[in-house]
C-alpha cells in the first residue's frame, strides 16, 4: 500500500512539472537581480507549448522560480491549456504571467484558438488560460476583428 501510495505521489508530480528547454544565440544572466535574457533565435518549449522571439526576459523571484516571461520580436506562438484549448499565433510582443497562467500579446496581434476555429486579431489581447476569459482592444484606426467560422444548418 505504501509503495503505491509513492508512486502515485511520483507519476503526480512528474505530470506537474515540466521541462522548461530555452535555445538562443545568446544567454546573459544576473542572478542577484532575479533577471535571464535570450537573445537572437529564441526557442522556448514547455510540454507542449512553444514561443519564437528574437528575445526573452526571464524574471524570477528569490527562489529562483519563473514570475514572468516577456517576449519580442516577431514572437509566434503555439499554447495549450489545462481545459483543451489550443491557440496558436504571432504578435511583436508577449507578456506571459505564470502563476496565473495569464498572457497578455500586444502589436499586431492575430490569436487563433484551432479547436474551435475562432480568430482575434487587433493590437492588445489578453488571454486568461485558467478562467477561460479573453479580452481584445483594437488601435486607433484599426478595430478588433473576430472571426467565427459557423456551420449552417442542413435544410
Known amino acids: 500500500m505504501k509503495f503505491l501510495i509513492f508512486l502515485t505521489c511520483i507519476v503526480t508530480s512528474s505530470l506537474l512539472s515540466q521541462e522548461l528547454k530555452i535555445k538562443a ?22 510540454g507542449a507549448d512553444e514561443l519564437n522571439a528574437t528575445k526573452v526576459t526571464i524574471y524570477t523571484d528569490d527562489k529562483h522560480q519563473p514570475t514572468k516571461f516577456t517576449a519580442s520580436g516577431d514572437v509566434s506562438f503555439f499554447i495549450q491549456t489545462q ?3 489550443t491557440y496558436k499565433g ?5 507578456i506571459y504571467i505564470p ?20 480568430e482575434i486579431i487587433g493590437e492588445e489581447v489578453v ?3 485558467i478562467e477561460g476569459k479573453a479580452y481584445a482592444k ?16 442542413e435544410e
Open 90 to 94: 504571432k504578435a511583436q510582443k508577449v
Open 127 to 129: 488571454l486568461k488560460t
Open 25 to 46: 544565440n545568446l544567454f546573459n544572466t544576473d542572478e542577484k537581480a532575479g533577471i535571464s535574457v535570450f537573445e537572437g533565435d529564441v526557442n522556448i518549449i514547455k
Open 83 to 85: 481545459k483543451g484549448a
Open 138 to 153: 483594437g488601435a486607433k484606426k484599426d478595430p478588433v476583428i473576430m472571426i467565427f467560422k459557423m456551420k449552417e444548418k
Open 99 to 118: 502563476q496565473a497562467k495569464e498572457y497578455h500579446f500586444f502589436k499586431n496581434v492575430h490569436l487563433e484558438q484551432v479547436n474551435d476555429k475562432k
